[in-house]
């Protein structure tokens, strides 16, 4: 699945095509998506786009008569092409601008979303409970301490806890808590104010990092333009279960954890 590197990165690449641009036409091939998408096109053509956010891993399409919520899922792209651009299989939405430009919605899988709701948009269900961005100041070591207080469920799984923080999903949790020297099944309430600052650090850097460098290498992301992301050679745990830590040279261990592969160093992370 995309997280949110790829998510921002997608974000960037498509604003400065979008940006000010009047809607033109909506196409919708293919609405059965992860919900139905709804017949928003009277409300959108003719309007223009104002604005490109990200909220967690949603892309918010904002322009002055609503908002167009975007999830990729777990294979969504996506790109902008030219009209006469020939549609391929999956290509399930066009969205045409007057620059004759096309964002074009790609999802094999049809776990992604293309929603619309009225502003304010924060309102939503999908976005109203969510945590703090982690690359914003309001994600910071007296909050993520406050917000883990007491809690006996495994600190990954509240790194991974959109709405303790959105955004940080299986990829950047395992390597923020290898960089820390946390293992990643201790309990969140136990983990000390001086580790849960190098884990906020590492968080922060690790998606900054993956950010610059254009996104994860994924089997179904590519960006924007159509390339992959290239910060895959720099994980140092994750989907490296069995090899040889790059720290220290053990072993790194394996295991499933709320059903999600987490990789660790049983030296390097402790309890």
């Not at 992301?221 to 053990?250: D, I, M, W």
Request: aromatic share 6%; proline share 5%.
């Amino acid at each position: 699945m995309p997280e949110l590197p790829e998510v921002e990165v997608t974000r960037q690449g498509i604003s400065p095509h979008l940006l000010d641009q009047e809607v033109t036409k909506l196409i919708v091939r293919n609405g059965s998506l992860r919900w139905p998408v709804p017949d928003i096109a009277q409300q959108i053509v003719g309007q223009t786009i104002r604005s490109i956010r990200r909220r967690a891993k949603y892309l918010l399409i904002d322009t002055d008569a609503g908002t167009t919520i975007v999830h990729l899922g777990m294979s969504g792209s996506l790109r902008i092409l030219s009209k006469s651009t020939p549609v391929e299989k999956h290509d399930h939405i066009d969205l045409e601008m007057a620059n004759g430009k096309v964002l074009r919605f790609n999802d094999p899988r049809r776990f992604g979303a293309w929603l619309w709701c009225e502003l304010p948009e924060a309102a939503h269900p999908l976005l109203a409970k969510l945590g703090p961005e982690p690359l914003l100041p309001t994600f910071n070591v007296d909050y993520f301490q406050q917000a883990l207080k007491g809690k006996k469920k495994a600190i990954k799984l509240c790194l991974m806890d959109n709405h303790i923080v959105v955004g940080v999903g299986n990829i950047y949790a395992n390597e923020a808590l290898f960089a820390a020297g946390i293992h990643p099944q201790t309990e969140a309430g136990k983990v000390d104010i001086a580790r849960l600052t190098i884990l906020v650090t590492e968080v922060k850097q690790i998606l900054t990092n993956a950010i610059k460098q254009g996104g994860t290498t994924l089997k179904d992301f590519t960006n924007a333009e159509g390339k992959p992301g290239y910060f895959a050679q720099k994980l140092h745990v994750y989907g490296r279960g069995g090899e040889t830590c790059n720290q220290c040279g053990h072993l790194l261990s394996e295991i499933k954890l709320g059903q999600r592969a987490t990789v660790f160093c049983g030296l390097c992370q402790t309890q």
